[in-house]
Nanobody
Framework: QVQLEESGGGLVQPGGSLRLSCAASTSLFSSYAVAWHRQAPGKQRELVARITRGQNTNYADSVKGRFTISRDNAQNTADLQMNDLRPEDAAVYYC??????????WGQGTQVTVSS
């Protein structure tokens, strides 16, 4: 069982930045792909960004050019740098570490609020 812990959420003004971090309790972190998802009240959970074991990344169209996902396998962490935040980015953000067709672990989420 892998534990994931997100941190870095909070309140930010529109146009501001936050950096979310996901810490994993496994030394085999490099074996997992990692994704960040978000869920706003009354909306479905959506994929925000994903990074593969080989460092390939992809993003939701709504965050391209503003968000950057990265990982540090030596530290067993994956970060989501969020710039130029908008009110519509407000949501609970979840970290997800998985091996395709094998295992899938989720964190508890961290709240991001974008408001003036």
């Amino acid at each position: 069982q892998v534990q994931l812990e997100e941190s870095g959420g909070g309140l930010v003004q529109p146009g501001g930045s936050l950096r979310l971090s996901c810490a994993a309790s496994t030394s085999l972190f490099s074996s997992y792909a990692v994704a960040w998802h978000r869920q706003a009240p009354g909306k479905q959970r959506e994929l925000v960004a994903r990074i593969t074991r080989g460092q390939n990344t992809n993003y939701a169209d709504s965050v391209k050019g503003r968000f950057t996902i990265s990982r540090d396998n030596a530290q067993n962490t994956a970060d989501l740098q969020m710039n130029d935040l908008r009110p519509e980015d407000a949501a609970v953000y979840y970290c997800d570490a998985y091996i395709v067709l094998s295992v899938d672990y989720w964190g508890q989420g961290t709240q991001v609020t974008v408001s003036s």
